[in-house]
Nanobody, 123 residues
Framework: QVQLVESGGGLVQAGGSLRLSCAAS????????LGWFRQAPGKEREFVAA???????RYADFVKGRFTISRDKAKNTVYLQMNSLKPEDTAVYYC?????????????????WGQGTQVTVSS
């Protein structure tokens, strides 16, 4: 069992940066694929980025070159560094985990979810 707790959200101006953190409990953290999803009001939850147990990464096209996902296995934490933020990045950001070693783009493949952290980008 893994529990995920996000932090680091907030209000930032367009062009600014934020770093989200997701702290995981559980001894098997290092074997999980971990991802970030986001959900804006009235929209579906969508894939943002993910990192596998062997540190392969994948990004949604709309964040490539701006966001970076990383993990610190010693701290049981995964990060999402977000640069060059845009107003359309405004959403609740969720950390998600799956025991599978693969990276999935669908939220249906993730078994564990955090409570979410709000990111608001003003224009």
């Amino acid at each position: 069992q893994v529990q995920l707790v996000e932090s680091g959200g907030g209000l930032v101006q367009a062009g600014g940066s934020l770093r989200l953190s997701c702290a995981a409990s559980g001894r098997t953290f290092s074997t999980y694929t971990l991802g970030w999803f986001r959900q804006a009001p009235g929209k579906e939850r969508e894939f943002v980025a993910a990192i596998s147990r062997i540190d392969n990464t994948r990004y949604a096209d709309f964040v490539k070159g701006r966001f970076t996902i990383s993990r610190d296995k010693a701290k049981n934490t995964v990060y999402l560094q977000m640069n060059s933020l845009k107003p359309e990045d405004t959403a609740v950001y969720y950390c998600a985990g799956t025991m599978s070693g693969s990276i999935y783009l669908s939220k249906l493949n993730y078994n564990y979810w955090g409570q979410g952290t709000q990111v608001t980008v003003s224009s």
